[in-house]
């Protein structure tokens, strides 16, 4: 395998790991003072469905692209959907913009993989 084709094979994986880990961050929003540790636990816990979403997407796409590449795409454009309206438009391609990214390259990875046969 040339060095190309592992990075295309890794490189989804890793920026969807990263964009879930990315949308984490946003989540530490919740520790706020009078709040009790019930009330800071539910609210992260809600924060984070979006990165559990991302995780599960990563771990069934993991052999099969076609699953991250639709994932994707229906997450971003869900995601625009519910929000839109509420946000500047650089916020939608931040949020939105990394999964498409990323659904494309899942399906560059499908498309060689498919080429290459069964077995690759």
Same mark, same amino acid.
């Given at each position: 395998?040339?060095?190309?084709?592992?990075?295309?094979?890794?490189?989804?994986?890793?920026?969807?790991?990263?964009?879930?880990?990315?949308?984490?961050?946003?989540?530490?929003?919740?520790?706020?003072?009078?709040?009790?540790? $019930?009330? +800071?636990? !539910? =609210?992260?816990?809600?924060?984070?469905?979006?990165?559990?979403?991302?995780?599960?997407?990563?771990?069934? @796409?993991?052999?099969?692209?076609?699953?991250?590449?639709?994932?994707?795409?229906?997450?971003?454009?869900?995601?625009?959907?519910?929000?839109?309206?509420?946000?500047?438009?650089? $916020?939608? +391609?931040? !949020? =939105?913009?990394?999964?498409?990214?990323?659904?494309?390259?899942?399906?560059?990875?499908?498309?060689?993989? @498919?080429?290459?046969?069964?077995?690759?």
């Amino acid at each position: 395998m040339t060095t190309g084709k592992i990075m295309l094979l890794w490189a989804p994986r890793l920026l969807l790991i990263l964009f879930a880990l990315f949308l984490i961050v946003f989540s530490f929003d919740v520790f706020q003072e009078g709040k009790s540790a $019930t009330q +800071i636990g !539910i =609210a992260f816990l809600l924060h984070n469905v979006p990165s559990m979403i991302l995780g599960l997407t990563v771990y069934l @796409a993991w052999r099969r692209e076609w699953i991250g590449s639709v994932a994707c795409v229906v997450l971003a454009v869900a995601w625009i959907a519910w929000a839109w309206g509420r946000f500047p438009l650089v $916020t939608y +391609i931040a !949020i =939105a913009g990394p999964p498409l990214l990323i659904a494309a390259l899942y399906a560059v990875n499908w498309r060689l993989r @498919a080429r290459a046969g069964p077995g690759s």
